[in-house]
């Protein structure tokens, strides 16, 4: 994502990581809420925020997508949910996918019959 090399185990104030991503100090805390299952900055004894690398990576990545593809911030959220699930869940078994389609048929075929006795 980022262009800059940061060691992978140092802790970085919001100050610092508002430098290094550009992203605004209160952006940064307002998204620490709204992507509370993706964010996870530790705090010190002094209950400052310190961001991990992966921190910064979720913080560009999340830049991206608002500020450059132009989504909402539901709608990056749902993108990093995709992002993050296991390649099992985005592929359904055969059988969900049968209940799937049977329960589609059967709103189907009632909505075909209300048209005809309407």
């Not at 209160?26 to 310190?50: C, M, S, V, Y």
């Not at 991206?64 to 539901?74: M, Q």
């Amino acid at each position: 994502m980022s262009l800059t090399r940061l060691p992978g185990d140092a802790l970085y104030s919001i100050a610092q990581v508002n430098a290094i991503t550009g992203v605004a100090k209160p952006t940064i805390r307002f998204w620490e809420k709204e992507f509370a299952a993706f964010l996870h900055p530790r705090r010190t004894d002094g209950n400052q925020r310190r961001y991990a690398r992966s921190d910064i990576d979720v913080i560009e990545r999340i830049n991206n997508l608002v500020r450059s593809e132009g989504y909402t911030l539901e709608g990056a959220r749902r993108k990093l949910e995709m992002e993050t699930t296991p390649e099992t869940a985005a592929h359904p078994d055969e059988e969900s996918m049968v209940k799937l389609a049977d329960t589609m048929s059967d709103y189907l075929l009632k909505k075909l019959l209300a048209k005809t006795t309407a």
